[in-house]
């Protein structure tokens, strides 16, 4: 008889421990600055239940307390969060910045063409850590592979790959403000708001025939 109660006690108590571990995490998933993300996978590691994002970028998903979620959507980044016992957990996914991701994350149902085109109109304003960097050349290569940073006598230069200029120079023009300018050290990672990297800067002639860095400061 006392084998059978602690047995009992035993069963209770760890379908007690295992209840309390179990819980209901919600949510919104997006991109940019608001952008809802339809259609985009949230997964629990260690059940491997999963769910689906609705129109507005809502999910509901019952996991552990001690669960990561994975977050999935074609054309964008692959994003995994720690539970820790929360009831909340908002994402903001990364869209990859390439032809063939855009068209997948149409495709696939989480952007529409419009919502899109605005968003991608606007990604570096949205998605910017640039005060992560120590300082602006490092933030350049580290957020964008297709340019080489060059040390000379006269200072660092930056080059975009696959860009000649028919006045013989390969070094990139500096648009900061819109005002061509002769170099960018001064400026702080943490003040630049938007960075574009121009291969075809014609519109500012034989000079942006290497390409163009155009960067609006928050200092204006």
């Known amino acids: 008889m006392y084998k059978v109660v602690l047995i009992l006690i035993v069963l209770f108590n760890s379908s007690t421990i295992?209840?309390?571990?179990?819980?209901?995490?919600?949510?919104?998933?997006?991109?940019?600055?608001?952008?809802?993300?339809?259609?985009?996978?949230?997964?629990?590691?260690k059940s491997k239940l999963?769910?689906?994002?609705?129109?507005?970028?809502?999910?509901t998903i019952n996991c552990m307390s001690k669960d990561r979620l994975i977050f999935l959507g074609a054309g964008f980044e692959k994003m995994i969060k720690r539970v820790n016992n929360k009831d909340t957990i908002n994402i903001k996914m990364v869209?990859?910045?390439?032809?063939?991701?855009?068209?997948?994350?149409?495709?696939?149902?989480?952007?529409s063409e419009s919502n899109l085109s605005y968003s991608l109109a606007n990604y570096a304003e949205y998605n910017n850590d640039f005060s992560n960097y120590p300082d602006i050349f490092a933030m350049l290569q580290g957020k964008f592979p297709g340019i080489q940073i060059i040390n000379s006598p006269l200072g660092r230069k930056i080059q975009i790959r696959g860009k000649n200029s028919i006045t013989g120079s390969s070094d990139a023009l500096y648009v900061?403000?819109?005002?061509?300018?002769?170099?960018?050290?001064?400026?702080?990672?943490f003040n630049v708001k938007t960075i574009?990297?121009?291969?075809?800067?014609?519109?500012y002639g034989a000079r942006g025939g290497s390409g163009a860095i155009v960067i609006t400061t928050r200092i204006k």
Not at 29 to 38: E, G, I, T
Not at 50 to 59: F, H, K, M, R
Not at 97 to 111: L, M, N, Q, T, Y
Request: hydrophobic share 40%; glycine share 6%.
């Open 176 to 189: 900061i403000d819109g005002v061509i300018s002769q170099s960018i050290e001064n400026i702080e990672p």
């Open 95 to 111: 869209l990859k910045e390439d032809e063939k991701s855009i068209a997948e994350a149409k495709e696939f149902g989480h952007v």
């Open 196 to 203: 574009k990297i121009l291969k075809n800067a014609a519109i």
């Open 50 to 59: 999963s769910v689906l994002t609705d129109s507005l970028g809502n999910y």
């Open 18 to 45: 295992c209840f309390s571990q179990s819980k209901t995490v919600h949510g919104n998933v997006y991109a940019f600055k608001d952008l809802a993300l339809q259609n985009i996978k949230v997964v629990s590691k």
